[in-house]
Structure formats: C-alpha cells, structure tokens
T-cell receptor, first 111, second 115 residues
Framework: TQLLEQSPQFLSIQEGENLTVYCNSS?????LQWYRQEPGEGPVLLVT?????EVKKLKRLTFQFGDARKDSSLHITAAQPGDTGLYLC???????????FGQGTILTVHP | ETGVTQSPTHLIKTRGQQVTLRCSSQ?????VSWYQQALGQGPQFIFQ???????GRGNFPPRFSGLQFPNYSSELNVNALELDDSALYLC??????????????FGQGTRLTVV
C-alpha cells in the first residue's frame, strides 16, 4: 500500500512569512500533484511534477520533486491571506485517476 | 472552472438507507474516479470507471458500487449506509484510458451526512 505523509498538518503564520510543506513516502510515484482545496469545494490542481529533481514555480509557489520520486515539497514565499486553505499532495501510479493523497496541510495566513 | 459537476451538493440520509450520487465529467473526458474525503483527511480512492466498466478499486466494501454511462457521466451508489459513510464524496474526470498521462479535475463534491 502506497502512503503519503504530509507535514506539518497545521500551519498558522503571519502575512509576509515564508513556509514549506513536505510530502514524503517510502514508495516511488510516477508523478506528484499538488492541490489546494477550499472548504466545501473540490481540490483544484496547482501543479504536476513528473521528473525526479524537477522544480516548478507558480508565482510565489515553488514545487520540487525529489530525485528518487518519493517526496516533494511546496514552498510559498511571502504568504498572503488568500493562500489560506488545505494543501494536498497526491501521488500518481500507473493511472492518473488513481491518486494516493496525503492527509493535507491546513494553512492559515493572518493579515 | 473545471467543468466537472456533481449532484446533489448536500444530502442527509438515515443509517441503513441507500444513496445515489451523480457526476458529469468534463467535456472530452472519458474516465471518472470517485473519492471519499472524511473531515480533516485527504481523499481516499474508491474506484474508477473507464468505458463503462470498473477499472481499479480502493479499499471499500462491495456496498459501494458505481456506474458509468455512454456519455461518460457516472453514479456512485452506497447501500446500507453507516454513520462512518458521512463524508465529502468527490468525482474526478480525465481524458484517456487508464495509464494515460493526463491530469484529473475534480468536481465540487457532495457532502453526505448519515444520521
């Protein structure tokens, strides 16, 4: 059974601070996706990384896939209140439809 | 906007009842996956449908069943509801068959409460 562990589970910071969320597994994934979910809504895809060592940037968000494709990180620079939400990492195996999700990181950014 | 729509958005059922949740996949998408998300947890894979057949199943009992229709829309049926079935049920669609290198897009979910 493939498992993904996210840390931290909760993060409460002030506007302007930087933060990093980690996603770790003992299993190799063919891809790693990061989602953001608002309360009562479905997850919205932020990025997909597929190559070991890959780094992708989306404005103030930087995503990295580990060299061995077992772990990933999400770094947010100068966090804003609009970044508040649940961040989920999800590993893809042979089929993108069968995703293994981490338990999520609840981020709260205070003005 | 993802284009994946789910109905109903909220539902309250009594323990022992049966429920049907519906999902319309995004245009051009032929594969649908269903997930259960308990409060404070990440989504858990229930099963996936491709070409109207179940293709892959997570660790859920047989009372969780589904259908996919020729227009690629899908239903999730749960029989003999239990209190622990209370959760947000998410539908995700993507293009291509199993193993295709595509990204899944999620609907807004159906919040099921079992009392």
């Amino acid at each position: 059974t493939q498992l993904l562990e996210q840390s931290p589970q909760f993060l409460s910071i002030q506007e302007g601070e930087n933060l990093t969320v980690y996603c770790n597994s003992s299993s190799v994934f063919s891809s790693l996706q990061w989602y953001r979910q608002e309360p009562g809504e479905g997850p919205v895809l932020l990025v997909t990384v597929v190559t070991g060592g890959e780094v992708k940037k989306l404005k103030r968000l930087t995503f990295q896939f580990g060299d061995a494709r077992k772990d990933s990180s999400l770094h947010i620079t100068a966090a804003q209140p609009g970044d508040t939400g649940l961040y989920l990492c999800a590993g893809g195996g042979s089929s993108y439809g069968k995703l293994t999700f981490g338990q999520g990181t609840i981020l709260t950014v205070h003005p | 906007e993802t284009g994946v729509t789910q109905s109903p958005t909220h539902l309250i059922k009594t323990r022992g009842q049966q429920v049907t949740l519906r999902c319309s996949s995004q245009s051009g998408h032929n594969t649908v996956s269903w997930y259960q998300q308990a409060l404070g947890q990440g989504p858990q894979f229930i099963f996936q449908y491709y070409r109207e057949e179940e293709n892959g199943r997570g660790n859920f009992p047989p009372r969780f069943s589904g259908l996919q229709f020729p227009n690629y829309s899908s239903e999730l049926n749960v029989n003999a509801l239990e209190l622990d079935d209370s959760a947000l049920y998410l539908c995700a669609s993507y293009k291509g068959g199993p193993g295709a290198d595509t990204e899944a897009f999620f609907g807004q979910g159906t919040r099921l409460t079992v009392v």
